[in-house]
C-alpha cells in the first residue's frame, strides 16, 4: 500500500521525480567520412589496358578494377594513406590490400609485398612490385577498389574526388 501511495503522490507532482526511466538520449553529430586524396599507384598516369566493368550482379562476371600498363618489378605505390590489411598469397596470386580512413579499401594485385599486414601507409609510398603475368603474356597491375563487402567502385573514379554542383 505505501508504495501506491508514493507512486500516486508522484504522479499529483508531474512527474517532477522519475524512478528507473533512462535519462533523455544524446544527441549524435552525424558521421561525416573524411576526405582521402587518392593518387595513381603507378606514381604517374598510365594507360588503362581494360576498364573498369562490373557484372550487373555481384555474383555475374565482370572486371571489378582496373589494369594499369606497369611491367613486371615496376614498383607499385599506396594510392592513399591508410592502413594495410593483407599482404601476401591469395590462392594463385600475391597482392596487397589497404583500408582508407573514408572506409574504401583499394586492392593491387599481382604485387610483391613490401609491406605487411598493420603497417601504416602514406599516399606515394612503396607497397610492392608488379609480379606476375596477370595480362598474359605480360605484367600488368589490377588496382581494385570498394567499399563495405560489395560496393565495389572504378579505381579511377577515386582520382577526381566527387563532383560538385554550384549554384
Known sequence: MKKIIVALSLVSLGGALTLGEPSSPEVVAPVIPASVEYSWPSGVEVPVLRPFAPGAQNWNAGHRGVDLALGAGQPVYAAADGRVIYAGTLNDRELVSIEH???????????????VRGDVVSRGAIIGHVGGEHCSPSSCLHWGAKRGQDDYLDPLSLLWGPIRLYE
Open 101 to 115: 580512413a573514408d572506409g574504401i579499401r583499394t586492392t593491387y594485385e599481382p604485387v610483391s609485398p613490401a609491406v
